[in-house]
């Protein structure tokens, strides 16, 4: 059952990888500020070209495989100062995890980052997200989140 779960996870992750590529893709690092262990992990990050959202496919391995996907609206996205960019929206996150009780989430998230271009084309970036998880019952929750991004 890990085999099939993980050859899953490989598959979207080059599915998403190869698609993005026209506007910017990236990794990211993060934890669960109130302690689900489902909300932290590994994350792709990606934007595709056409349309005006972020896109994240994460998984965790601890206790279990976890998989899990974001797609936030930046209603901003300005600069700050110098290098420095900020953006500010809303989303969506779902997923689900192969523990002993099958569990699985979803709910609307926030998203609050700033954006440093080191340089051209790379970004680093931190973020905190704000979430409440609806299904299968309410849970509120705060993840962050460390990556980088090249964008294309």
Request: charged share 10%; no cysteine.
């Amino acid at each position: 059952m890990k085999t099939k779960v993980l050859l899953l996870v490989l598959a979207l992750l080059l599915i998403a990888s190869v698609s993005s590529f026209a506007t910017g893709i990236g990794l990211q690092g993060g934890m669960d500020f109130l302690g689900n262990p489902y909300a932290s992990g590994l994350a792709l990050s990606f934007k595709l070209d056409d349309l005006p959202m972020m896109f994240g496919l994460g998984w965790n391995f601890s206790g279990g495989v976890a998989i899990g996907a974001t797609a936030d609206w930046w209603f901003y996205n300005e600069n700050l100062t110098g290098i420095i960019d900020y953006y500010l929206g809303l989303g969506l996150f779902g997923g689900f995890s192969t523990d002993g009780a099958g569990s699985f989430w979803l709910g609307p998230r926030g998203v609050a980052g700033l954006q440093i271009f080191v340089l051209d084309p790379l970004e680093i970036f931190i973020e905190v997200d704000p979430y409440l998880a609806l299904l299968p019952s309410p849970k509120p929750g705060v993840q962050g989140a460390v990556g980088f991004r090249f964008w294309f």
